[in-house]
């Protein structure tokens, strides 16, 4: 059975961090890329972050500036959401993502971990 369940996530100040959490089981990790998707409130879910199934790349919304980092450990079968200078604007429910590399192109989703950010 598959799993994607997330942590980190919590109630954090303008300016802090966070590092979210995202432990996989359940279908072969090194053969997914991952993902980081965001939704806020009153608002369509959105990527994040990706990274390719071995690591070697990622990509990340134009809107993060440069303050997020995605990185993953397939040993542990985990992936994780380094998230610094919070804005309340990036406060959402962040959702993981696994998407294989190559067809039936299978996609799996977490539950979500709340992320808020305020004072």
């Known amino acids: 059975q598959v799993h994607l369940v997330e942590s980190g996530g919590g109630l954090v100040q303008p300016g802090g961090s966070l590092r979210l959490s995202c432990a996989a089981s359940?279908?072969?990790?090194?053969?997914?890329?991952m993902s980081w998707y965001r939704q806020g409130p009153g608002k369509e879910r959105e990527l994040v972050a990706r990274?390719?199934?071995?690591?070697?790349?990622?990509n990340y919304a134009d809107s993060l500036e440069g303050r997020f980092t995605i990185a993953r450990d397939n040993a542990k079968n985990a992936v994780y959401l380094q998230m610094n200078s919070l804005k309340p604007e990036d406060t959402a429910v962040y959702y993981c993502?696994?998407?294989?590399?190559?067809?039936?192109?299978?996609?799996?989703w977490g539950q979500g971990t709340q992320v808020t950010v305020s004072s």
């Open positions: 993502n696994a998407r294989r590399d190559y067809f039936p192109w299978t996609t799996y």
């Open positions: 359940g279908f072969t990790f090194r053969n997914y890329a």
């Open positions: 990274i390719t199934s071995g690591g070697g790349s990622t």
